[in-house]
């Protein structure tokens, strides 16, 4: 019987299959050296549900985990892995790279390993195989917006096992926005009380007239967030923080009219999409609230880079706050429209001094001091010109990974953002400019779920999948071939299935086969 040889996704960078096999089984025990233990835990973990086998600890198993210093050339994901008929030996210099390679086995073997439920009857067969593998990238990000839909915290589990499966290795968690604040912070209990639940959402589009008429609310408890950040940390994935300002803070003025620009005003949650032009106020009170906020999202989520949003920040009321123009003033800015810059400057100094990375949206590169880390997120260009500014970027580009623009022009496409399709291929395809000239500081590519058009667990699986799949094997592989991609996708379909991904379709020019988008519920 020839070898079954496993499609991997994202392809290992150096990979090749032997002949025969190694059979997991009740007696197979792992040897696992001082600092492997999580690899070994996240190991029975995965596999548990569905083998049930024990793989206990033993100090002469035939599934060895090694830990050594020496491979440093691996980096702090890399990894190497050894398969031959009566041993299995994964190696790597860091504990993360052990993680990235335990995803790696349960992908060699059978889908079913995948299974959530108990499957009798399967031989855990893992093919001969020399893998040595490492990541192109540093930061292959997802970013999940759960201020336009909340999502609750066993979606951002399920997201985290997703993304570690996928060797990706950040969820940024858009956190708040004008339409809903998800954040606890203790010393502003109202932000969630209040700012956590909006009246109603517009149906359609920004500048629709059509509203749905039922209230959407939701959010977290520290304890919950602590825990997913944990979670994540076993599976080698760092959850990364955004609370948004000084724009898109309609949430927290319905909860807080004194941080806004108008004295006396009542501002409701936004119940629109779109960019509102409703900002946070520049007085000192605003500064100790942004502090305050930030102290506990630093609290609660240790990752080195803090995002504070800073993109889409309307200046008209700033222009019409006397205030705002006596601000501006006094810092010697030239105008109200570089309060924005200020702003994120004076906040950006709080992370510093937590010793966090400021991180915010690229708006042009411009306005931010270069120590902040910036999120290119429109066009090439832009990641370019903020490489040239001196900012250390994380690149993203719109028509290449805003999952959020319908991925087909089937009739059976949900909605999705107005905008040309971003199709499979686009993903795949997506190139980072050369970062020759700026060693060290293009740390990689993030992709983008708005969830204006996503307001359920199958929406977001519908537009998501399998898009990040596209995105993870050009992320983690650097050149991964489009053909091979393919091939590769419509094996991986069947750890997606046990997985229960909803996912759309894996040819854009096809209707997605099981499931209509308008079923979705
Ligand atoms: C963005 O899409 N405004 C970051």
């Not at 000192?284 to 993109?311: K, M, N, Q, T, Y």
């Not at 880390?373 to 719109?398: C, N």
């Amino acid at each position: 019987m020839p070898a079954h040889r496993p499609s991997l996704l994202p392809l290992p960078r150096q990979l090749s299959y032997r002949p025969g096999h190694f059979t997991i089984g009740p007696g197979t025990t792992v040897r696992v050296p001082p600092g492997a233990e999580p690899a070994a835990a996240l190991l029975r973990t995965l596999l548990a549900p569905a083998t049930g086998l024990p793989l206990t600890t033993s100090t002469d198993g035939s599934f060895v985990l090694a830990l050594d210093p020496r491979l440093s050339g691996l980096g702090e994901e890399g990894y190497g892995l050894t398969v031959a008929p009566d041993a299995v030996l994964l190696r790597a210099a860091h504990l993360t790279g052990l993680l990235r390679g335990v995803q790696t086995l349960r992908q060699l073997l059978p889908a079913k390993a995948l299974w959530g439920t108990a499957q009798p009857g399967v031989a855990w067969r893992v093919p001969c195989v020399e893998i040595t593998d490492v990541p192109r990238h540093p930061w292959r990000g997802f970013m999940l917006d759960v201020a336009r839909h909340f999502q609750p915290v066993p979606q951002l589990r399920r997201y985290v096992d997703l993304l570690a499966l996928h060797k990706l290795n950040v969820l940024h968690l858009h956190l708040t926005d004008d339409q809903g604040w998800r954040m606890p912070v203790a010393a502003y209990p109202r932000l969630t009380e209040v700012g956590g639940r909006r009246a109603e959402s517009m149906v359609g589009p920004s500048g629709s007239t059509v509203f749905d008429g039922t209230p959407h609310e939701g959010a977290y408890e520290r304890r919950e967030l602590a825990d997913l950040v944990a979670y994540a940390a076993a599976r080698g994935v760092t959850v990364v923080p955004e609370t948004e300002m000084p724009g898109h803070t309609r949430a927290a003025l319905a909860a807080h009219p004194e941080l806004g620009t108008v004295p006396g005003r009542r501002l409701d949650v936004w119940t629109r999409w779109g960019v509102c032009e409703n900002v946070l106020g520049v007085h000192d009170e605003v500064l100790d609230f942004c502090r305050a906020v930030l102290d506990e999202v630093c609290d609660v989520f240790p990752s080195s880079h803090v995002h504070i949003g800073g993109d889409e920040c309307p200046t008209t009321e700033w222009a019409a706050s006397p205030a705002a123009r006596a601000r501006a003033a006094a810092e010697g800015l030239p105008d109200t429209s570089a309060l924005r810059g200020w702003f994120l400057g004076r906040v950006g100094e709080f992370l510093t001094e937590r010793g966090r990375v400021p991180t915010a949206w690229a708006e042009n590169g411009e306005g931010l001091p270069p120590h902040f880390t910036v999120m290119t997120w429109r066009d090439p260009e832009h990641t370019r010109i903020a490489l040239k500014r001196g900012h250390t970027v994380i690149s993203g580009q719109h028509r290449a990974s805003y999952l959020d623009y319908a991925q087909s022009y089937a009739p059976g496409e949900p909605q999705g953002q107005p905008g040309a399709v971003v199709d499979l291929r686009a993903v795949h395809d997506h190139e980072l400019p050369d970062d020759t000239d700026a060693p060290g500081r293009l740390l990689g590519m993030q992709a983008h779920l708005w969830t204006e058009f996503a307001p359920t667990a199958a929406h977001v699986d519908r537009l998501v999948f399998p898009r990040l799949c596209a995105f993870a094997d050009r992320a983690w592989h650097g050149s991964p071939s489009w053909p091979g991609f393919r091939e590769r996708l419509s094996a991986h379909t069947a750890r997606l299935a046990a997985l229960g991904v909803r996912h759309g379709p894996l040819d854009p020019h096809l209707p997605v086969p099981h499931r209509s988008g308008k079923e979705l519920s």
